[in-house]
C-alpha cells in the first residue's frame, strides 16, 4: 500500500484525483503501477487501476494476471472492476471505500457476483482506509 499511497500523491501533485495502484507478480514483484490520469492524457479511462493493470500485461506480455495482486487506495469503480475480471486479478486489496462509485462492496460488487462468467477474486477492504480517505478529503477540500 506504501507504493500505491505514493503513486496517489504524485496524482494530487499534478492536480488529478488522488488515487493509486500497483499490480504485484505472485512473488510480489512490481509489474505496474498507475495513479489517475485522467485530465493529463485527457482519457476518461485513464484510472490508476486501469493504468497498473495494462503496464502489468505489457510487462509480463500476458492479458491473464493470474497469481497477482492489485493494491489500490480507493475501492475500484464499475469500470475498473470490469477490467479487473477481464484481466482475471485474483486478488484486490483497497484503502478507501467510495461510497459515490464502489463497484467492490459499497454501491454494486461486481467482482463477487457469481453470476459472472469470471473467477471470484479475493478481495480485502479497508487496508489503511483512514490514510486513503485523507488523502481524497485533503484533496476536494482544497478544491472547493
Known sequence: ???????????????????????????????????????AVPDPTAHA???AIREAALATGDRMLSGCTLVVTLEPCVMCAGVILAARVPRVVFGAWDAKAGAVGSI?????????PHPVPEVVAGVRAGECAALLEEFFAERR
Open 1 to 39: 500500500m506504501d507504493l500505491a499511497l505514493a503513486e496517489a500523491r504524485v496524482a494530487a501533485e499534478v492536480g488529478e484525483v488522488p488515487v493509486g495502484a500497483v499490480l504485484l507478480g505472485p512473488t510480489g514483484e512490481v509489474l505496474g503501477t498507475g495513479r489517475n490520469a485522467r485530465e
Open 49 to 51: 487501476e486501469v493504468i
Open 108 to 116: 454494486y460488487d461486481l467482482l463477487r457476483d457469481g453470476r459472472l
